[in-house]
């Protein structure tokens, strides 16, 4: 069986990166449909060497679609996946607008891949700086439970979308010509102000919750617990999050403190070994060469790097790990066309009777 694939946002950062790692797929794929707003219709671009011209995104779009995969921001994930779903597509979303909903699977193959099964039609792809996170977690939490989890990030400037990229270079030019920075779309786009983020670090990404802690932490926390433990707001494991957007342009990195549920069997070097040895993980933990983690060696793999792996000699049980990922791939672009490629192994590419938005 071969499959007629729709790249929802295929003009964008992540977008063009579904193109790639779609190429590079195992999904056989019979026609692909590049959509976007009107302002990219006619643009041209390629798809395994052939030309695919971008067309204006309407319901109409997904006429005769088996897969979407959808990066177009979460407006036009809310307008146009119910009407993909309603046309018995199936779509795998990377925007937040259905991560919470309990209809929806939230799924990273490597944690949970079996609550794909229970699809109505919409998967969700979570969060970048989750994704990274949980696949580093995911062996640990297999052999010795989690208690805690408390991790700052340090996010690259490409989260923010392909704009967000050119604007980030600009202030480095600017800054670098000895002229003012101008900011217009860090840290939040829709927000009042603005502020540069070359030679800067803005500690605000998305908007801000009530409690004070921002809309990207809050995905971190609750977005984990669904992930991991079924349930959002599943007491069992404590998150807390700070995130931290960088003048990085690709690859976030990750400052994880964890603290197991049972420590008996473990140390740092057995948490070197289970991340050695566990799925889309690479360890690269070498103090007496100066090895860890890096974005810049990140960049265009689908991977999860960790390092810097250590014990708290303070609080016997509780560990750090440094954990880098390229952003665009596994925390978007490859975990979303990995999730695909999950759908047609298990010969889940159809929406049920009770599809999601059915009336
Ligand atoms: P366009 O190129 O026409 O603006 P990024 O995350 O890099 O900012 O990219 C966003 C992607 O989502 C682009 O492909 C953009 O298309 C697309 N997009 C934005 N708004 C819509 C919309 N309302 N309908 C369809 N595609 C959209």
Redesign the pocket.
């Known amino acids: 069986k071969e499959y007629n694939v729709a790249i ?8 063009t990166r579904m193109i790639q790692q779609l190429e590079q797929s195992s999904i056989p794929v019979k026609q692909v449909k590049l ?7 006619g643009k041209v671009l390629q798809f395994k060497g052939q030309d695919v011209t ?1 067309e ?2 309407t319901p109409e779009s997904f006429d005769d679609v088996d897969i979407v995969l959808a ?3 979460g ?2 994930s809310k ?2 996946l119910p009407e993909a779903v309603k046309r018995g597509a199936v779509a795998v979303d990377n925007t937040s607008a259905f991560r919470m909903d309990p209809e929806v699977p939230l799924v990273v193959p490597e944690v949970n891949e079996d609550a794909i099964a229970q699809h109505k039609g919409i998967i969700a792809n979570p969060n970048c700086s989750t994704i990274q996170m949980v696949v580093a977690l995911k062996p640990i939490f297999d052999v010795a439970g989690l208690k805690q989890i408390i991790v700052s990030t340090y996010q690259a400037g490409s989260g923010a ?4 990229i050119q604007e980030l270079d600009d202030e480095a030019q600017q800054h670098l010509n000895g002229e003012p920075m101008t900011a217009d779309i860090f840290p939040v786009k829709s927000e009042a102000h603005h502020y540069p983020l070359a030679f800067n670090l803005l500690p605000q990404i998305d908007v801000f919750e009530p409690d004070g802690s921002t809309h990207e932490e809050w995905k971190m926390v609750h977005e984990t617990k669904k992930i991991m433990l079924g349930d959002m707001n599943d007491p069992k494991i404590k998150v807390n999050a700070t995130c931290v957007r960088v003048p990085v342009v690709i690859g976030h990195g990750e400052s994880v403190y964890f603290e197991v549920e049972d420590n008996t069997n473990l140390d740092a070097h057995k948490v070197q070994e289970l991340i050695k040895h566990g799925d889309g993980l690479v360890l690269e933990d070498d103090p007496a060469e100066q090895l860890y983690p890096q974005p810049i060696n990140a960049e265009g793999h689908t991977d999860t790097y960790v390092g810097r792996v250590r014990e708290d000699p303070e609080n016997p049980g509780a560990y750090n790990l440094w954990v880098v990922a390229d952003n665009l791939l596994k925390g978007a672009a490859a975990n979303t066309v990995e999730i695909a490629e999950k759908l047609v192994e298990h010969d889940l590419v159809r929406v049920p009777a009770d599809y999601y938005g059915k009336e």
């Open positions: 929802l946002g295929a003009t964008g950062a992540v977008g959509l976007a707003s009107p302002r990219s219709a971008v204006a995104t990066s177009a921001g407006a036009a307008q146009f979308g392909q704009t967000a």
